[in-house]
């Protein structure tokens, strides 16, 4: 017993450094979240990116709440351990320091009567060898020894107790610590919960939604048709001698222009060569990085979505008992003759 109360102390100053660890590990999530929902306003500002700007969005969402969760965790491991561990820690000193001192003062009591009676035996036993009578002494120290077997029995009686009481007062105190880690638990068993059940249900959406990255979105090829339409349709203007450089030619129709693409124009074309990927000399840009070295990474992750697409497309036609057709032949036109019209 004079053991559990230092480790416990141990214990409880262990827990305060977890606990500040974790309450770091919160506070750097939230910059971390912070800059994940930055990197969806990005993502929502592009017309081919939009969806994954949402996706994003929910990322952030998703672990904020899991993280609200984590804080909870928290608090009842302040509260309901941390805090009533120094409470007990504090009264089960004074308590153990009085419950000691009153066995010790119980046992030399009886273990002061024990000597006191042994004592007097043998001071009558020396009496009765230099007696003319010793017979005379005889009932006096059957008293004696009897007195001394029930003084025996007595101590004896109180270091069981003793012994029996300090188990079970070390047992509620083992037992206290674990009830406390169970509430612990309990909590914890919350946290992993909440957070399995809002992974599971988002992460599926959030994996097709990146499955194929190098198909755009309906609206970003929308936009970029018209663009090239747009392009297509202006007409040259040529000066005529005489003629003010400021007036169009006679029938020249200004062509109207998609809101989406009016910032794209004003920004000197670099708007449609952000939709379609492509930077000074043709060469993509990926993330930012210009150049075919700066998109190795990306071009090996989207060569690999590719193939797992093709190798999932084979799998449907060898198991799926049926027939691909090409767009062409469900037409009800020769395929040959589709691509080769005349």
């Keep these: 017993m004079e053991q559990f109360n230092p480790c416990l102390r141990n214990f409880i100053a262990m827990g305060k450094s977890y606990e500040k660890a974790l309450t770091s590990v919160t506070f750097a999530a939230k910059g971390y979240f912070d800059a994940l929902v930055r990197m969806g306003e990005m993502a929502s500002e592009s017309q081919g990116s939009k969806d994954l700007g949402e996706v994003l969005f929910q990322m952030a969402e998703v672990h904020r709440q899991i993280q609200i969760q984590l804080e909870e965790m928290l608090k009842s491991f302040h509260n309901e351990l941390l805090t009533e561990l120094e409470k007990k820690v504090e009264l089960d000193a004074r308590y153990l320091n009085a419950a000691l001192k009153k066995y010790q003062t119980e046992h030399k009591s009886k273990g002061e009567s024990l000597e006191k009676c042994q004592a007097e035996l043998k001071k009558l036993r020396r009496k009765s060898q230099g007696s003319k009578h010793p017979s005379k002494y005889g009932d006096k120290e059957m008293q004696y020894v009897e007195a001394i077997s029930n003084k025996q029995s007595e101590l004896d009686n109180c270091i069981a107790e003793g012994y029996k009481h300090a188990l079970s007062e070390e047992r509620r105190r083992y037992c206290f610590l674990v009830d406390r880690q169970c509430a612990v638990a309990k909590n914890s068993s919350v946290y992993h919960g909440k957070g399995k059940e809002l992974l599971t249900q988002k992460l599926p959406a959030w994996q097709q939604a990146c499955a194929e990255p190098n198909k755009l979105?309906?609206?970003?090829?929308?936009?970029?048709?018209?663009?090239?339409?747009?392009?297509?349709?202006?007409?040259?203007?040529?000066?005529?001698?005489?003629?003010?450089?400021?007036?169009?030619?006679?029938?020249?129709?200004?062509?109207?222009?998609?809101?989406?693409?009016?910032?794209?124009?004003?920004?000197?074309?670099?708007?449609q060569q952000r939709l379609m990927g492509g930077v000074d000399g043709g060469m993509p840009a990926m993330n930012g990085t210009a150049g075919a070295h700066g998109g190795e990474d990306y071009q090996q992750w989207m060569e690999g979505k590719v193939a797992q697409g093709k190798a999932s497309l084979q799998t449907q036609r060898h198991g799926g008992g049926g027939v691909l057709q090409h767009p062409a032949c469900a037409q009800g036109r020769p395929r040959q003759e589709q691509d080769h019209p005349e």
């Design 217 to 271: 979105p309906d609206r970003a090829m929308f936009l970029a048709q018209q663009m090239s339409g747009v392009a297509g349709a202006m007409v040259p203007i040529t000066h005529h001698p005489g003629m003010p450089l400021s007036e169009p030619l006679a029938g020249a129709k200004t062509l109207p222009v998609p809101p989406e693409l009016a910032a794209l124009r004003a920004s000197g074309g670099m708007g």
